[in-house]
């Protein structure tokens, strides 16, 4: 019974740490759908992460912390969304910078909290859904989390169905295509990149939150430790797509967890644990060649500022 | 023919003035479009239909002047104003989202429902199919389409927002003349609606074959206004050029030699992975033009680029002057003899941020007498620029001027004198007069012709068909990825080429 146990912990970690890397990458994929790519991804979090530990640590209130760490993750995504919708500049340029100030802010602010852990009542905890969670192995993986894992789950849901089968849904995919049809239709280019742009940010707020106020409610230096980029990585991994993206981030974190734990039945496992870098590294080096990119079927528009009266 | 029609314009434009850096696109010109006309608006490359049209319909603002819609002052500050003023646009480079479906397309802007949008939108579009005669898919991706089908989308995209005022820029030069021929009974069938229709044009038989008016313009200003049947052709060229046009180019009969260009069996695949050249053989003699004539898109681009070395070739050979030229780096190939004057000039032909002289010996800098030793010996290039550009009639005020800055016919002589300069034995030339007006047309033209009687090999790509009438020796017409002939143009007429475009074998 122990290799059942074993692999129910696996899951159920793996699941866990799934969950930032799938709220991040849901936002990154409506911000790249509409051909804004945010390379910010790691530095909303960070902040978004801290925000929301200082003020569930203040206010003892952990859904105050989360509204608190997605407005600002949202506020620079939209410093990004000025910078490449607004003035046109090089997204690629804006969003490294974004990383770097986000990283950088959240390391400086965040020094007189490290170490500090947040009471119980001002975390999420998991919480057994009876009867769903006495199902074997499967129904503590899934029925024995905290809300936002369940938040999450949801969101890619409706998130798909959005994209997919509703007008609106059509207008950002056609955005981050051929902007100058949208345009040409009497839609709003730039209203649909900044809104999109800020969902991106939101979200990615949002997985800072639940780093740092679920997933570890104690505040460490390097708290996302790469997990924007492995959220990036899962963008282009998933094509662009909600559900491959959920599908693919469990997958991440089913393999992220396995290392994790294995250590503590004494298998010396550094493969395991680099391996989710290892693969982002190779995914974000593929999807960095254009010819790569337009065979995987990124959006046309990419990266790609766009304005009327150019030819 | 045309219908009487009275009553208020549509549409009257007063004094339109757009300046873009450096050109004057529009010089107070006035404009009016009745209800039940097609209107057509006749004018060279560059003389500033599209501009006008653009500004009509908000995506381009007016620098001065005044515009009516049914009688009301407006401003339009965007499509999305000129939409609601009923105006609908079929632009000359289509906006429309390829990985899309036609239905997709259409909900983007239409829908009415939030859920589900793409049921209402397939009810509606047919509706049009019904009344105007136009047939689309809607379930179709836009990548599938030709660009004839592609157009049909456009225009149903213009009618689904309810446009009573229908501007067309250049519909007939992505289309077959069967197509070309369609479109005009769409456009009739409109008329009687009583819709009024702008008609963009360079080519004078189209106006005379629909039209009810004609605007000519010529560099920014309107020339004038006429009734069709109160022109002549000549009149409305002399209006449109501003001098006397000649309609034939003289061309003596070709004496083809040996075989410069020879491809067997080639295969080639297009952007998307899928064969957009599918086991393509000719050869082109030394004396000789042969043209390939057919809609853009149905893989002369990957034909072209597959012999001067800048795509792949997947099966099949191509051999320069007997050597094996499959696969060779574009370098390698253009010194066994091959100039290239490609499409999109700006993109693949010049280097527009350089400066003339730079442009000039692109494709042989890297030998002496230009470089010495790991330097470049700039009075060397200084001094070939200097003579290219006398010997072509480049206008330009100096070698060191960014190539970015010249006209199109400019631009496209420095890129023809730079690639002949080298002395090809073949000259593979891709739309070599698009987008040009009429005396850089001429003077491209004659020269190719020239260089034939020069002894070269000269494979020429063109979706203008007069041109590759009027040019070539024999002439291969390609559908979707193979020749579906090839034959000599005394001995086939245009109708026949045309259908033939279409992939319908007709064998004289
Ligand atoms: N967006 C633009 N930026 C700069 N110059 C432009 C732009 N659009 C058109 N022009 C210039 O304005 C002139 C008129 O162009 P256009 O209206 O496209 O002519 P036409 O449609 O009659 O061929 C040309 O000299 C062209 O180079
Ligand atoms: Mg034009």
Redesign the pocket.
């Known amino acids: 019974m122990i290799e059942a146990k074993l692999v129910e912990n696996i899951l159920w970690i793996g699941l866990r740490s799934a969950t930032p890397l799938l709220l991040a990458a849901l936002g990154e994929i409506y911000a790249e759908r509409s051909g804004i790519l945010n390379l910010g991804v790691e530095g909303m979090m960070a902040v978004g992460a801290l925000s929301s530990f200082a003020t569930a640590l203040v206010t003892g209130n952990p859904w105050l912390g989360v509204l608190i760490g997605m407005l600002s993750g949202g506020l620079l995504a939209m410093i990004h969304g000025a910078i490449s919708i607004g003035l046109k500049g090089n997204q690629v340029v804006s969003g490294l910078a974004l990383t770097m100030f986000g990283l950088g802010l959240s390391s400086v602010l965040g020094r007189v909290y490290v170490g500090n852990q947040l009471p119980v009542e001002a975390r999420f905890l998991p919480k057994p859904v009876e009867p769903l969670s006495s199902i074997p192995v499967l129904g503590r993986v899934l029925f024995d989390q905290d809300p936002l894992f369940y938040i999450s789950l949801l969101l890619a849901l409706v998130m798909w169905f959005l994209l997919y089968r509703t007008k609106y849904g059509i207008i950002i995919r056609s955005t981050g295509e051929n902007p100058a049809a949208v345009d040409a239709m009497g839609i709003s280019v730039n209203r649909v990149r900044y809104l999109s742009t800020l969902i991106g940010g939101v979200l990615a707020g949002l997985a800072g939150a639940y780093l740092s106020v679920a997933y570890n409610p104690a505040w460490i230096e390097n708290m996302t430790a790469g997990r924007g980029w492995i959220a990036l990585a899962l963008v282009i991994f998933s094509l662009w797509d909600p559900i491959r993206a959920l599908l693919g981030s469990y997958l991440f974190g089913v393999v992220e967890a396995s290392g994790y734990t294995l250590q503590a039945y004494g298998y010396s496992q550094w493969l395991l644990n680099g391996l989710p870098y290892l693969l982002t590294i190779i995914i974000l080096t593929l999807g960095a060649t254009e010819s790569m990119r337009r065979r995987m079927g990124a959006p046309a528009a990419l990266g790609r500022p766009y304005e009327r009266?150019?030819? | 023919m045309t219908r009487a029609s009275n009553g208020e314009p549509l549409v009257r434009m007063e004094g339109i003035v757009k300046r873009?850096?450096?050109?004057l696109?529009?010089d107070h010109v006035d404009f009016e479009l009745l209800p039940g006309e097609i209107h057509a608006l006749l004018?060279?490359?560059?003389?500033?239909?599209?501009?006008?049209m653009?500004i009509l319909y908000g995506i381009?603002q007016p620098d001065e002047g005044q515009i009516f819609v049914k009688g009301r002052r407006v401003r339009i500050r965007s499509p999305r104003d000129a939409i609601r003023l009923g105006i609908g646009m079929v632009h000359?480079h289509f906006l429309l989202v390829d990985k899309h479906t036609v239905a997709e397309n259409l909900a983007m802007g239409y829908a009415k429902s939030f859920l589900n949008p793409l049921r209402e939108v397939k009810a509606r579009i047919r509706d049009f199919t019904e009344r105007y005669g136009i047939q689309v898919d809607p379930d179709a991706y836009i990548w599938q389409l030709s660009v004839g089908e592609q157009q049909k989308v456009e225009i149903v995209k213009a009618l689904y927002a309810g446009a009573d005022i229908l501007i067309l820029?250049?519909p007939t030069s992505v289309l077959t003349p069967q197509e070309a021929r369609d479109l005009f009974n769409v456009l009739r069938r409109m008329r009687e609606d009583g819709k009024g229709i702008v008609f963009?044009t360079?080519k004078l038989s189209e106006v005379f074959e629909v039209a009810d008016r004609v605007t000519v313009?010529r560099r920014?200003k309107v020339v004038g206004t006429l009734r069709v049947e109160e022109a002549t052709k000549e009149a409305l060229a002399r209006m449109m050029v501003g001098r006397d046009v000649v309609f034939e180019l003289e061309r003596t009969p070709g004496r083809p030699g040996e075989p410069v260009l020879e491809v067997r069996d080639l295969t080639v695949l297009g952007d998307r992975g899928r064969e957009a050249v599918r086991g393509v053989s000719f050869e082109v003699r030394e004396g000789e033009i042969f043209g390939i004539a057919g809609v853009a898109g149905n893989g002369q681009r990957e034909l072209v680029q597959a012999i001067v070395g800048l795509r792949r070739v997947k099966s099949g050979s191509v051999r320069v002057t007997g050597v094996d030229a499959t696969n060779r780096s574009p370098r390698e190939i253009a010194e066994l003899g091959v100039g290239h004057i490609p499409e999109e000039r700006l993109k693949f032909g010049i280097v527009p941020d350089m400066s003339v002289a730079e442009n000039s010996v692109l494709k042989s800098y890297y030998r002496p007498p230009y470089r010495k030793g790991l330097l470049l010996d700039y009075g060397e290039i200084r001094r070939t620029a200097e003579s290219l550009i006398n010997e072509y009639e480049i206008a330009v005020p100096s070698p060191d001027t960014r190539a970015r800055l010249l006209?199109?016919g400019n631009m496209q002589k420095l890129i023809v004198g730079r690639e002949i300069r080298r002395d090809p034995k073949l000259i593979v030339a891709s739309n070599p007069t698009f987008?040009l007006d009429v005396g850089a047309t001429e003077y491209i033209r004659k020269l190719l012709l020239r260089k034939r009687d020069e002894r070269k090999a000269i494979l020429l790509v063109s979706g203008d068909l007069d041109e590759v009438i009027q040019l070539s020796d024999r002439i291969a017409v390609m559908f979707e990825g193979r020749f579906v002939g090839i034959v000599r143009p005394e001995e086939v007429t245009r109708e026949e080429i045309g259908l033939m475009m279409s992939g319908s074998e007709v064998l004289p």
């Open positions: 009266e150019e030819r | 873009f850096p450096g050109v696109a529009n004018g060279e490359n560059g003389a500033g239909k599209t501009t006008l653009n381009y000359q820029d250049e963009i360079h313009m920014g006209s199109g987008g």
